[in-house]
């Protein structure tokens, strides 16, 4: 079946950058934009970009413009998304999902990763 | 930058329809889908498209889009429908999520 797997939960120290990934299966990774999503704990979910595996092209959402990075190794089916000069703020819960293109939705979602930015 | 509006929460009678709204400047025009997301989960996808249902998800779901309001509604709810709703929609490339309702079943 279509899956996403991610990586395990990150503790990190403010100023340092984490890197995510999200392992897809069941289909061509290349056929389907990669997006993150993420959800700091109580909160709603927030849009941070998207990647398009075949080309690598990108589009970040203007908050995280120059501190998101979305990257793929299709070798393997993994999209990685790593964000840089963490602080408290962006501890939250971080998504990939996959879009099914022209507004079909993000379907399936992965298992989320926890990232903790604490001194 | 665009805003989509959802109401914090909305409560409904086992058995009942529910109704969830989300507003947006000519949302009717825009691609939107919904996502049921339960604690601990991550959210799943219950509408696209507007009014379409992804396979697997019960015809109580049901999406309708037009003006600048788009809603989805669930008939017949069951406690098993009691979550956060989400809807989305595509705007100039970028995406949209609004703040999302939680729907109580009670």
């Known amino acids: 079946q279509v899956q996403l797997v991610q990586s395990g939960a990150e503790v990190k120290k403010p100023g340092a950058s984490v890197k995510v990934s999200c392992k897809a299966s069941g289909y061509t990774f290349s056929s389907y934009d990669i997006n993150w999503v993420r959800q700091a704990t109580g909160q709603g979910l927030e849009w941070m970009g998207w990647?398009?595996?075949?080309?690598?092209?990108?589009n970040y959402a203007q908050k995280f413009q120059g501190r998101v990075t979305m990257t793929r190794n299709i070798s393997i089916s993994t999209a990685y998304m790593e964000l840089s000069s963490l602080r408290s703020e962006d501890t939250a819960v971080y998504y990939c999902a996959r879009d099914n293109n022209v507004g079909a939705g993000f379907d399936p979602w992965g298992q989320g990763t926890l990232v903790t930015v604490s001194s | 930058s665009y805003e989509l509006t959802q109401p914090p929460s909305v409560s409904v009678s086992p058995g009942q329809t529910a109704s969830i709204s989300c507003s947006g400047d000519?949302?009717?025009?825009?691609?939107t889908c919904w996502y049921q997301q339960k604690p601990g989960q991550s959210p799943v996808l219950v509408i696209y498209q507007q009014s379409k249902r992804p396979s697997g998800i019960p015809e109580r779901f049901s999406g309708s889009n037009s003006g600048n309001t788009a809603t989805l509604t669930i008939s017949g709810t069951q406690a098993l429908d009691e979550a956060d709703y989400y809807c989305q929609a595509w705007d100039s490339g970028t995406v949209v999520f609004g703040g999302g309702t939680k729907l109580t079943v009670l």
């Open positions: 000519k949302l009717g025009d825009k691609y």
């Open positions: 990647m398009n595996p075949n080309s690598g092209n990108t």
